[in-house]
Every structure is written in structure tokens, then in C-alpha cells.
């Protein structure tokens, strides 16, 4: 969408926006005034995400810092010229200042791949993977070295876990390397296997996690460092917390995805941090 048509929008949105209007709970003035407000707040997330402070912003824009503020704070005439060149200076398209999905965090650089790492550690599912099922390429593995054949985590079919487990005593585990050929052990599962056995033992929790840092690694590969929670879904209790870091191997390499190939994961690796371990490896 162009920014002339996303302008076009706005102006038929709020035209056709009764002043008396009651919006979300309260009387507004008029259908300007709220959505001023709703762009001043996609305006700011859209700076938190992208890592823009205002003085930078309000630089590029040529404007004054006060005036930026309060376009933020949704008490300036709105100029829909000016907040669509906000959001192309900070990387996004216009189009996300009328949308009410998540704003991609800046993290890499490439936004598609930012969209995919939005949408993953967005999920708030009780199997925390629901979202990476859009993601996965047909022979994904969730990988960890916490998977051992004889550790607590090896998984095994049982016949009480419906269909995907039908044979009784089998191992799900592929192996991936062994220390007599690759020095170490390594061992994953399917997707299927990762999201029942998750939901399996979710003990009636749901996931929140938040991207601490994702960078970029060789040709093919983000390493995503993240801070996870598991809270009730009945309560919102919070049941437990970590940290981890995940190395997620694409399918497609990072610069024909910066030219418009998807993004899959093929492969993924994950181990949990302790405190220690989370400050030494915190990249930001």
C-alpha cells in the first residue's frame, strides 16, 4: 500500500467516524482525535521495537522534538504524510500505523526474518510452538543436547498419548550426531512430536517470552536469546521462569531471504541458561 493510499484510508476512516462516537469506553471529542492517539502509540512502539529515540526521529523528520512528542502523545494535528515517513525511516511499512498486529522488533535487520522471530516469541500458546507450525520446514527437528537416550527427556510413545504416539516403547528421537563420529551427542524430534509433548507436560500453563537479542550467524543461521515464562491460563499465576537460546537454522540463506525468499526453519537448537550463563553470553 502506498502512502498516499494509506493516507486516502485514513481520511475515509475518520469521515466516516461519528464525533459523539463512544470509542473503546470513552467519549471522544471526535474520530480524529482517537485515532491520533492510536498512531501516536504505534508511532512509539514502532521507536521501542526498532531501538529510535525520539531526538534521532524527530532529526530525520525535521521536526521538533516537542512537536514529535506530542504526535506520539496524540495531541498534535494528525499529518499522515509525516508519521508514514516516520515509520519507512525506522524500517516498516506505513500500512502497520492501521494495523493492531505486533510491530516487529529491529533485531536483524531483515524483516522478514524479524517478522518470523515477532511471531515465534509472540506466542502465548500452551505449547509456546503453535506459531513456529507456519515456519517449519517438512524435515525440521527440534534439537538439544538435554535430549538423551538415557536422561529424563528421552521420549518414548506411550499408548495413552493419542494417534501421533501409536506404537508403545518406540523412541521419537532421531539422531543427529554421536560423540564416536561428531565428538559430541545430539539428538531431535519432529514438530509434531516438539508441540504434543510440550502441551503434554504444559501442567496448565501457557508460554510469554520476550527477545532479549537475535543476531545473525553465518549464511543460514539467528541465534535468539530470550527470557521465558510459563503462567496459569486459568489465573495468570506465574508457574515458573528461564532463560534460553535457540539457534534457528533456515532453510533459505539470509540473503535470498533479504531478497524475498521465505522463511523456513529446518533446524532447531535449544538449551537453557542459567543466571551466570544469561549475563555472559547477553549480547546487547
Known amino acids: 500500500m502506498s502512502t498516499q493510499d494509506l493516507v486516502s484510508q485514513f481520511e475515509a476512516i475518520i469521515a466516516a467516524k461519528k464525533p459523539s462516537e463512544k470509542v473503546k469506553g470513552h467519549q471522544a471529542k471526535s474520530g480524529e482525535v482517537y485515532y491520533s492517539k492510536q498512531i501516536g502509540s504505534r508511532l512509539s512502539k514502532a521507536m521501542k521495537a526498532s531501538r529510535w529515540n525520539q531526538t534521532r526521529l524527530a532529526d530525520e523528520l525535521d521536526v521538533t522534538n516537542n512537536t514529535l512528542s506530542r504526535i506520539i502523545a496524540g495531541q498534535e494535528r494528525l499529518n499522515m504524510n509525516l508519521c508514514c515517513r516516520a515509520m519507512e525511516l525506522m524500517g516498516y511499512e506505513p500500512s502497520l500505523l492501521l494495523s493492531e498486529g505486533p510491530i516487529p522488533g529491529g533485531w536483524t535487520g531483515i524483516t522478514a526474518i524479524d517478522e518470523m522471530l515477532t511471531d515465534v516469541y509472540g506466542d502465548n500458546s500452551q505449547s ?14 527440534c534439537c538439544s543436547h538435554h535430549y538423551a537416550d538415557n536422561s529424563a527427556f528421552d521420549i518414548v510413545c506411550e499408548e495413552n498419548r493419542g494417534d501421533l504416539f501409536a506404537k508403545s516403547g518406540v523412541s521419537l528421537q532421531q539422531r543427529v550426531y554421536d560423540t564416536a ?18 502441551l503434554r507436560t504444559s501442567m496448565g500453563t501457557r508460554f510469554i517470552r520476550r527477545v532479549v537479542s537475535a543476531v545473525l550467524i553465518d549464511e543460514d543461521c539467528v541465534f535468539v536469546q530470550a527470557e521465558n515464562q510459563r503462567r496459569m491460563v486459568d489465573n495468570g499465576a506465574l508457574y515458573d521462569t528461564c532463560s534460553s537460546a535457540n539457534l534457528l537454522y533456515l532453510k533459505n540463506n539470509i540473503m535470498s531471504i533479504s531478497k524475498g525468499a521465505g522463511v523456513r526453519i529446518q533446524r532447531k537448537v535449544w538449551f537453557q541458561l542459567s543466571e551466570g550463563e544469561n549475563r555472559a553470553i547477553n549480547l546487547e
Open 128 to 141: 509456546g510452538v503453535d506459531a513456529l507450525g507456519k515456519y517449519v520446514a517438512k524435515d525440521y527437528l
Open 181 to 198: 563420529h561428531h565428538g559430541r551427542d545430539l539428538m531431535g524430534i519432529s514438530y509434531d512430536v516438539e508441540r504434543a509433548e510440550n
